[in-house]
Nanobody
Framework: QVHLVESGGGLVQAGGSLRLSCAAS????????TGWFRQAPGKEREFVAA??????TTYYTDSVKGRFTISRDNAKVYLQMNSLKPEDTAVYYC??????????????????WGQGTQVTVSS
């Protein structure tokens, strides 16, 4: 069964950078949009960024614009995170929307998820 695997999380000081990767394991899968979400303790999972595989349109939540960049390369999706802040601390999840959607920022648009990778930003 295909599932997504995130990597690249870790502990970094405020102002530092991390690069997250998302890849499929167990086979191939089809997707229209791949997105990154994050969930901090006690909070709901929230949208961070997404990229459409056809055309490469990107989407970002306002709080990460100018700091984070989502990109894709073959079957992998990356999230380059610069100028990290303590409020970026969360578990970051990769998700794949396997049906066409116009709601790239909605958790409910994504059917396939990874297990998450922890990002901790110290002040």
């Amino acid at each position: 069964q295909v599932h997504l695997v995130e990597s690249g999380g870790g502990l970094v000081q405020a102002g530092g950078s991390l690069r997250l990767s998302c890849a499929a394991s167990g086979g191939t899968y089809s997707t229209y949009i791949t997105g990154w979400f994050r969930q901090a303790p006690g909070k709901e999972r929230e949208f961070v960024a997404a990229i459409a595989w056809s055309g490469g349109t990107t989407y970002y939540t306002d709080s990460v614009k100018g700091r984070f960049t989502i990109s894709r390369d073959n079957a992998k999706v990356y999230l380059q995170m610069n100028s990290l802040k303590p409020e970026d601390t969360a578990v970051y999840y990769c998700g794949a929307a396997q049906r066409w959607t116009t709601q790239a920022m909605s958790v409910s648009s994504y059917e396939l998820w990874g297990q998450g990778t922890q990002v901790t930003v110290s002040s």
